[in-house]
Every structure is written in structure tokens, then in C-alpha cells.
């Protein structure tokens, strides 16, 4: 079964830059999707398609994927920017949507 | 603006079954997936299954044939069954419409969730 993998946690500064990552073998043929999930809320799409953004999420949310790694990155971090971040793709194989286990953003 | 809002028992015992509803406003659920999520406190996301407008299902194998997901048309209502609950069923339930129609799907809106306890 597809399994992506994401570090538990990142730590960054306010202002500064944070990359989260999720990887999976040939990820970069697959297109990645990122969400936020604040406590007590449901997920928010933040980035899809690898690097698209939705209506309402600032520009400093944005995404790569290439080779095994797929990368959100967050610029300029702000404190309310501290939540856990999920990719998540499609098994295209069985039809199946993954997730990754999540990464816990601290911002410092 | 579409809005899904899961609805249904908070306690279910052990051995027995788990039942939700999401009801679906301001987008007709006769078009898209909708899927049911899941995230066990303190844990990570999980994907149960979809269901198509046409009726057509798929399920995480993780669930071992214990779920069911219908749709009510009538009702712009689509629903999950989980059978034979376990302590470890016990997970906050959302329900999502997907997007990505034409590219890989992803979960574009969502519920705001209902914490389903299995315990006796």
C-alpha cells in the first residue's frame, strides 16, 4: 500500500521559513495535496495539484513536488500559522485516497 | 458556500454498530465523491471510504469490510455504517465532499466533525 512520510515535527521562528516534507517512492509522479488542521478544527486545504492554492490561503503557502519529495513551504511564518500540516495523494491503483502521518508545526 | 455537517450517536458500545450522517447544503449531492474521514485523539487522518453520486463505493481495506457508505438523494444525505466497533474505532468522523474532478481528488470541504466514543 502507498505510504507517505512526513517528520513529526518542525520548529521555526516567526518570519522565518518553513519547509515540511512527505515523501514516497516516485512521489514527484503524483500529485500531492496539503492540509492544516488547527486544534479542535477540521482540516483546511491549503495547497492542491502539487503547488495550487485555494481561494483565501495566502501566498506564503506554497508546494513542490519532485523525485521522492513532495515540500510545503511556508514563508514568513506568522504564530497563527502553528498547527499540524498533512499531505495526501491518490493510490491511483486501487482508487484510494492516503494520507501522511502529519507533521506539528512550532512556531518559536 | 457548500456546508456538510455529520450528525449521529456520540456513544456506541462495543460489538455494535456506528452510524453517521452528513447532510450536504448549498451544492446538490448528486455530483462529486464524498468521502468519510477519521482521526483517532492525538493520532493522525484516515481515510474510510467514497461514494459516488452514482452509488459506486470504495473503502480503506484497513476496515476490513466493516464499513458501509449510502447515499439519500432525498435528502442531499450520505451516510456510514461501521459494524462489529472496537475501542479503536473511536475517532473524531468528518465527512468531506472531494475536488479535483478532473486531476487527483483531493478533500475540498469539510465537516466540522463528531467525536463517536466506543465504550460500554
Known amino acids: 500500500s502507498y505510504v507517505l512520510t512526513q517528520p513529526p515535527s518542525v520548529s521555526v521562528a516567526p518570519g522565518q521559513t518553513a519547509r515540511i516534507t512527505c515523501g514516497a517512492a516516485n512521489l514527484g509522479t503524483n500529485s500531492v495535496h496539503w492540509f492544516q488542521q488547527k486544534p479542535g478544527q477540521a482540516p483546511v486545504l491549503v495547497v492542491y495539484?502539487?503547488?495550487d492554492r485555494p481561494s483565501g490561503i495566502p501566498e506564503r503557502f506554497s508546494g513542490s513536488n519532485s523525485g521522492n519529495t513532495a515540500t510545503l513551504t511556508i514563508s514568513r511564518v506568522e504564530a497563527g500559522d502553528e498547527a499540524d500540516y498533512y499531505c495526501?495523494?491518490?493510490?491511483?491503483?486501487?482508487?484510494?485516497?492516503?494520507f501522511g502521518g502529519g507533521t506539528k508545526l512550532t512556531v518559536l | 458556500q457548500v456546508q456538510l455537517q455529520e450528525s449521529g450517536p456520540g456513544l456506541v458500545k462495543p460489538s455494535e454498530t456506528l452510524s453517521l450522517t452528513c447532510t450536504v447544503s448549498g451544492d446538490s449531492i448528486n455530483n462529486y465523491y464524498w468521502s468519510w474521514i477519521r482521526q483517532p485523539p492525538g493520532k493522525g487522518l484516515e481515510w474510510i471510504g467514497y461514494?459516488?453520486?452514482?452509488?459506486?463505493?470504495n473503502y480503506n481495506p484497513s476496515l476490513k469490510s466493516r464499513g458501509t457508505i449510502s447515499l439519500d438523494t432525498s435528502k442531499n444525505q450520505f451516510s456510514l455504517k461501521l459494524s462489529s466497533v472496537t475501542a479503536a474505532d473511536t475517532a473524531v468522523y468528518y465527512c468531506a465532499r472531494e475536488g479535483g474532478l478532473t486531476s487527483a481528488p483531493y478533500f475540498e470541504f469539510w465537516g466540522q466533525g463528531t467525536l463517536v466514543t466506543v465504550s460500554s
Open positions: 495526501q495523494v491518490w493510490d491511483r491503483s486501487r482508487d484510494h485516497r492516503v
Open positions: 495539484d502539487d503547488r
Open positions: 461514494i459516488h453520486y452514482s452509488g459506486f463505493t
